[in-house]
């Protein structure tokens, strides 16, 4: 989440607006609700969305009932037996939050909406920008994911991404999974019509990482900004423009 931050915020020019607290932000699979609560203290208006109840219940208790840095304890790898170089490592404790989640300003707009992504936000053209940190590959079919984000920004609105594609549904009995390549879903995301202005196809990215294990994953995480162009050919017509092909897209993205 701090790389998102500190990668992207700056460069990514959503502000239309002179008042960055008119841009509204949403962030669908928003965790535990921490990079939202960091775009709303830079300003914009940001909404979460979430639809698990354990995420819920812990994004709720930090943002809502948490109002002082460090004030609580946990032990998160008390049960990780394995890989530990030290005894001391598996017993030691971690404090948060880390910040004071009540420091955003007194009238900033930020909110958490439970439920699903999909189901929640159907209402066409209503975000300037939707961000997306390790989320689109918790899709049963991420193609709904992208149609559902075209769908929801407005024309201009941007979509930013960081993340892997670890599939959450591949193999799972029962459930209807298909697994894209990032190629693929770059093909879709540009026939669909949205604007490649930023990509970097490598960004190394940990997540929930006990950084003293002798085992640590590393995700090679793509990371994009895409716009989806502020005027759009009628009838549902999305050929990209003169001159606008998939291959001119790509010269302008920076690896
Ligand atoms: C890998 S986590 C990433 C959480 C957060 N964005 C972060 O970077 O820490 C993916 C999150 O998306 C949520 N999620 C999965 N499918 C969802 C859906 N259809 N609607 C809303 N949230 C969803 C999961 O519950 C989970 O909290």
Redesign the pocket.
């Known amino acids: 989440?701090s790389q998102f931050i500190s990668l992207n915020w700056t460069s990514c020019n959503i502000s239309f607006y002179s008042d960055v607290s008119q841009v509204r932000v949403l962030?669908?699979?928003?965790?535990?609700g921490?990079?939202a609560w960091e775009i709303a203290h830079l300003g914009y208006s940001c909404q979460g969305?979430?639809?698990?109840f354990f995420?819920l219940f812990s994004s709720n208790f930090v943002l809502n009932r948490c109002d002082k840095e460090n004030a609580l304890t946990l032990y998160p790898w008390i049960h990780q037996f394995s890989n530990n170089k030290m005894s001391s490592d598996q017993t030691r404790p971690v404090s948060f939050p880390d910040v004071n989640p009540q420091s955003l300003p007194a009238d900033s707009d930020f909110s958490m909406v439970a439920?699903?992504?999909?189901e929640v936000y159907s209402d066409p053209e209503m975000w300037d920008c939707v961000a997306t940190?390790?989320?689109i590959d918790?899709?049963h079919n991420v193609l709904d994911y992208i149609e559902t984000i075209w769908n929801i920004l407005k024309p201009g609105g941007v979509w930013i991404n960081l993340g892997p594609l670890l599939y959450?549904y591949e193999n799972m009995a029962n459930e209807f999974s298909i697994e894209l390549s990032y190629e693929e879903i770059k093909a879709v995301i540009l026939k669909y019509g949205f604007v490649l202005e930023f990509e970097r196809e490598s960004v190394p990215s940990t997540?929930t990482e006990n950084d003293r294990s002798m085992l640590k994953y590393l995700y090679d995480c793509i990371f994009f900004i895409i716009r989806k162009p502020a005027e759009q050919l009628i009838n549902g017509d999305q050929t990209p423009k003169d001159g606008q092909t998939e291959d001119s897209l790509q010269k302008r993205s920076s690896t």
């Open positions: 989440i962030v669908p699979g928003a965790g535990l921490r990079l969305n979430e639809w698990s995420m439920g699903d992504f999909q940190c390790f989320f918790t899709a959450h997540y």
